[in-house]
Structures are given as C-alpha cells and as structure tokens.
C-alpha cells in the first residue's frame, strides 16, 4: 500500500539510480548477463547480483523507472516480514509487530525502498546472515544450529555478490568484537568453521571465480582497487565531519532513534538467546557507525545497515515501556518534539521558500551558486497547499507526545502512524518537484534525441541519465570528448553542460553551437563535417 504508488513517477535520479539501471539495460541490450557494464564498457566497482534482480524486473515492467525500482519494494516488503519472523523467535508476536513499526516509520529505511539503489538488498543480506549467526551460537538451538550456520554462510555470501567484500569486513568486526567482550569463548568446531568458509566461498566468491576462469583476472584487481580506494580516497563532493552519519541517523532513522537511547539500561533479558541477539544489535550499530565514520566519504546510504539494530532497540524499549518495565523520559520526549518541528519546518519551508525565489535573490547571497539560482527559478508547480503535510506531522506529534507523557499506550502508536503518513505522503509531494528542480530539463533532451543518429554525452559533469535515457546502443566507435572535440564527425554529437561551465567550455571548443539555454542547463551541439 505505501511502497507501490506511483514508484515510476519520477525519473530515476542520478548518478547511483541510472548508473545501476543502465547497467541492467545494457545486459539486456548486449545479452552478456555475466559483465557487469556501464556504457558498454566492464564496470568494475559492482558485483552482478543486484542488476541481475533489476534484469528480471525490466524483462517484467519493460525497461523503465518502474522496473529499475521494484526489487526494492520487493526488499522492502521481504525485509518486514522477516523482521516480524526474527522478532517474533525472540520475543513473541507483539515484539515483531513494534519491529514493524519501527522500521517502516522510519524516513530514510521507506526513502531507500522506493529507490534503485544497491543497499537495501546489500544490507538485508548481511542482516540475515548476521541474525542466523545469533541463533547458531544459541546452544539451545540444538540439531539446527548448523542450519543456521550454513544458511548465514549462504547470505553473507549473496552480500557480497551484491556489493562486494565489505559484507565480510563489517561481518568480522562484529565477530572479533563479540568475541573480545565474550573473552574469546564460543561454542564450536573445527569443521562447522571449515563448512561456514567453505560455504560462503563458494557463494559469495561463485563470480569473481567464474571472472578468473573466463581470463578476466585484471578485473578482478580492477575491483580490489576499487574497493580499497573507496574506503580510503577523500572525495571533495563528498566529504563531511566526523558525526556525520550520527546525525544522519539520528534525524533518518527518527522516531526509532530517539526512543532506542533508553536501551542502554542494565534490565535483564529473559533467557540468553535475548541477550546475545541484543549484544550484537549493538556492536552492529557500533561498527557500522565507527567504520562509515572514519571513511573519508560520506554518503546517506552508507551507514544504512545500522537502521536494523537501531529499530531493534527502539522496539525493545518500546516493548519494555508496554509493560511498565521501562519509562520513556521527559527528555526524549522533547528531543522527539524538536526534531519533529525541524523536519516539518522543512517541509513547511521548502516549498515556500522555492515558491518565493525573489526573496532569496533580493538578499543577494552570493554563496549561491549560478546553477542553483537557475534551479531555484525552474518552473516547478506548487498548489500551495504541501505545507499542510508539515504541520500534520508537527500537530500529530505533539498529541502523540502528550499520550506518551500520559503513559497511553496509543501515544507511542499514533507516533509512528503519523511520521509513517508523513513520509508516505512527503515522497508523493516532494520528490517529483525536486527531480524538476535538479535535473529534469537535461532528461527531457536526451530523451527528445531517442532514436537518432547522433552522439550525447555531458561536460563538466559526471552522470549515467544520458546513457539511460537517450537509449544508447552499442559501437564500435570511438564516442569519448576528445574525439568528438577534436576529430571530423560522421554525425552530430549533442552536449549538456551547467551554466556553470558555459564560457570555459565555449572557450575552449568554439565550434559548439548553442541551442538553447534552461534551468541552469546549456544544451549545445558540435555539427558533422569536416
């Protein structure tokens, strides 16, 4: 009900949703379902099992938006129901529908599952298989710990197929953690740990193998390097301070991440099995908040895994507070009450401030850049109406924190109904108005030369929308900027650049012609001939 409508609405943004769903396009295109490509040529900074999903919903749906999304809703849908089946094994059937609630009310976990992105599948595997590990190291499973053993092997490993060997980094460190503060102990042998290797060997390493066998070692190390730099390289478009991701999940994740700060309390689990699934809920949060803190980029979606153990314990103090066991203090309430009046001041302002543009020019802030004041100026329609959904989620909280003051039990309920119908509705309002204001003049061009003989590429800029959207084919032929800057042309070769760039590229390479200029975009062409 929430997940599906109107998931095809908008177009897919760049770079990482049309870079992954051009990759699916192009094994469609080429038939080569084992190379992982990207304008016809390997890409090497991806495993294959992911586009392999989005092939399946294109060769569905058709290749479109649409297509390039659902296998998310797929996860997100998946992802619910096995959170209810885990917490129910844990805690019981009320304890998994808090989980639920949790998750799903959550902004950027419901953001993510509308969207072509790699993570939500990356982060289901490695929750699955970090889960299925808990109960192996549960003695009490008995004659089923070593299925559960096998299949966290078999998981871990579709982790890594999706996105790579950080599955098995992040999956490590929780492990040596777990063991340090354990003293080193644990319950097993010899064989189930040769099984386990064995097992994710053979799963999560099937394609790098099967690359390797094929003659394709260097891009095997293409990967490697890849990988290695990602984690170590600072990225200037990119970058942020050391709380980054803190804050992120704080206010992301939010209302789950306040209510979860009362779990750091000493009350005692029931039995071991509770207690052990919680410790590592917390030394997964930890790690994955650790380690995307001390990587140089910053990106929403990196410390998305920690959204699991976060909800985890938001849903245990929320199960807790059912029975009076534990109290949600005054201070969360008002920190609930404060970000609620953030978020919806920004869904309040946003589309007032972006509707009044001239106020903003007629304090001359010259911090804003030229594309931005074009963006600013598009021509995005507004009803006036869509700061409504702000006040709905500042009027609803405030009610819901009252009930929540009054120790009610429908307080906490009303909570994450009205931050859940807020985002629901938030999405529908606000990201095709942000696709106008981004990028969506440059996609109606590429779109507009479908079917054409000519060229179409970027300056200035990085970005797959071109490849996706003007439906490239391919060629044998050298399309690279040098080339069609400097070499006699067969046919015409269209360019977008920023208005940014507008002179230094007209400098530099006067036999473009510009067409036209809007929303902060120059659409230009360099002719055929000599």
Not at 171 to 179: D, E, I, Q
Request: hydrophobic share 50%.
């Amino acid at each position: 009900m929430f997940l599906l409508p109107v998931l095809g609405s908008v177009h897919l943004f760049d770079s990482d949703e049309t870079n992954y769903a051009e990759s699916a396009r192009e094994m469609i295109v080429t038939g080569d379902y084992l190379t992982v490509q990207i304008d016809f040529e390997p890409f090497s900074e991806k495993p294959p099992l992911f586009f392999w999903l989005q092939v399946v919903s294109m060769k569905v749906f058709g290749i479109n938006e649409f297509a390039a999304r659902f296998p998310n809703v797929l996860c997100g849908i998946i992802s619910l129901m096995l959170l209810y089946f885990f917490g129910r094994k844990l805690h019981g059937h009320r304890f998994g529908l808090l989980w639920i609630l949790s998750y799903s009310a959550a902004i950027l976990p419901f953001f993510f599952f509308r969207s072509g992105i790699i993570d939500p599948w990356f982060n289901l595997f490695i929750f699955i298989g970090i889960a299925l590990f808990i109960f192996y190291l549960d003695p009490e499973k008995g004659h089923i710990r070593l299925r559960n053993l096998l299949l966290s092997a078999v998981f871990l490993g579709l982790a890594v197929l999706t996105k790579g060997p950080l599955a098995m980094v992040i999956f490590l460190l929780c492990f040596v953690s777990y063991l340090a503060l354990n003293h080193f102990r644990i319950s097993t042998s010899v064989s189930h740990v040769a099984l386990f290797i064995l097992v994710l060997a053979l799963v999560g390493g099937s394609w790098f193998v099967f690359q390797a066998a094929s003659g394709n070692s260097g891009f095997i190390r293409e990967f490697i390097n890849y990988q290695v730099k990602l984690l170590s390289s600072d990225s200037s478009a990119h970058d942020g301070f050391f709380g980054y991701h803190l804050v992120v999940l704080l206010l992301g994740v939010f209302p789950a991440s306040v209510i979860a700060m009362k779990s750091i309390t000493k009350k005692a689990e029931d039995n071991e099995l509770q207690s052990l699934f919680k410790q590592w809920m917390y030394i997964l949060l930890l790690v994955v908040l650790i380690v995307f803190s001390i990587v140089n980029t910053k990106l929403l979606h990196y410390s998305s895994l920690a959204y699991f153990p976060l909800t985890f314990l938001a849903a245990w103090v929320w199960d807790k507070w059912l029975d009076r066991k534990l109290e949600i203090g005054g201070w969360q309430v008002a920190l609930i009450i404060l970000i609620a009046l953030f978020i919806s001041g920004l869904a309040i302002g946003f589309p007032l401030l972006t509707d009044h543009y001239d106020w903003l020019f007629s304090k001359n802030f010259s911090f804003i850049d030229p594309f931005i004041r074009e963006a600013i100026q598009r021509n995005v329609h507004w009803s006036g109406t869509e700061w409504l959904v702000g006040l709905f989620l500042m009027l609803g909280v405030i009610v819901a924190s009252i009930q929540i003051l009054r120790r009610d039990w429908s307080g906490m309920l009303i909570l994450h109904l009205v931050v859940l119908l807020f985002v629901f509705f938030s999405v529908g309002l606000f990201s095709g108005r942000i696709e106008g204001y981004t990028q969506r003049e440059a996609i109606k061009f590429y779109k507009s030369l479908r079917g054409q003989d000519v060229y179409v590429n970027t300056l200035g800029f990085k970005s797959y929308s071109h490849l996706f959207y003007f439906d490239k084919q391919p060629s044998d032929e050298d399309d690279s900027i040098e080339r069609l800057m400097t070499e006699p042309l067969d046919r015409d070769a269209f360019f977008v650049m920023k208005v940014n760039d507008k002179e230094m590229f007209l400098e530099r390479y006067p036999e473009l012609e510009v067409l036209r200029e809007k929303d902060g975009y120059v659409f230009a062409v360099r002719r055929a001939g000599p």
